[in-house]
């Protein structure tokens, strides 16, 4: 393979590539459409010119054959009148127009026929104009989702998704931290209350025990509460000794307190 062959093929495959990058479908479709409105806009020129054509060819075809027949009646009147050479120069010009309409009507009948096959393209093609644009409607529409979609992914595939979530899941496990260490400290708050009042009820028991073995030890020891002594006037000789009167009133003020 020559140097200029391979260059040539590079050439032509960077232009395509070129091309097929720089390729719109939209703008391919419009293009498209407008494309076959200009064919179509010719072809309807053309059948135009050919019905025009075809006509001119119709006029002068049925203007040859009057002529025919007038120079056939022009031949029989001379011919009447006893002149034979003015009806063979009659004949002679019969012939002539006979000869001219014939060619115009094989002329005529490939008109016909030219007209008729344009005006069937010319059907087919509005048809597929019509179809052409219908599917460049849906196509366009297909291509604005496509579009659409395309920018959404990449918009979703540039986010920092992995990131976000991570730091939401941070947020979630720290708030359910904020509300253990909320309920933890309501169920504290209620065992140190708790704790409290069963402190105060356990330090009124042992009070009452203290005092009960108080009261016991002071019977045990034979002493009797003041309201049970005798009255002073009938212990005899009670003033005479202070060293028990002095224990008695110590015993009294135990007792009261």
Do not use: C
């Amino acid at each position: 393979m020559g140097l200029f062959d391979r260059i040539g093929r590079v050439v032509r495959a960077n232009l395509n590539d070129m091309v097929s990058k720089a390729e719109d479908p939209e703008k391919i479709l419009e293009q498209s459409i407008i494309d076959m409105q200009e064919d179509l806009v010719q072809l309807r020129q053309a059948v135009a010119q050919a019905i025009a054509t075809q006509k001119r060819t119709e006029q002068q075809y049925n203007k040859t054959q009057t002529d025919a027949n007038e120079w056939q009646r022009k031949a029989q009147l001379a011919l009447s009148k006893g002149d034979e050479n003015l009806a063979r120069e009659a004949l002679l010009r019969k012939k002539n127009n006979s000869d001219t309409a014939a060619t115009l009507k094989t002329q005529l009948d490939q008109q016909y026929s030219q007209i008729d096959g344009l005006k069937r393209n010319l059907m087919a093609l509005e048809s597929k104009i019509s179809e052409a644009k219908t599917k460049k409607d849906m196509l366009k529409a297909r291509a604005q989702a496509a579009k659409a979609n395309e920018q959404l992914q990449n918009t979703i595939g540039s986010m920092n998704t992995g990131s976000a979530m991570a730091a939401f899941e941070r947020m979630e496990e720290k708030v359910l931290m904020m509300e253990a260490r909320s309920q933890s400290a309501a169920e504290l708050a209620g065992a140190d209350l708790e704790s409290q009042f069963a402190q105060l009820e356990a330090g009124s028991d042992v009070d009452d025990e203290l005092a009960a073995m108080k009261a016991q030890m002071l019977l045990g020891s034979g002493a009797q509460p003041t309201q049970a002594l005798p009255p002073a006037a009938q212990t005899s000789g009670s003033q005479s000794h202070p060293v028990i009167n002095a224990e008695l009133e110590e015993l009294k003020r135990k007792l009261n307190q």
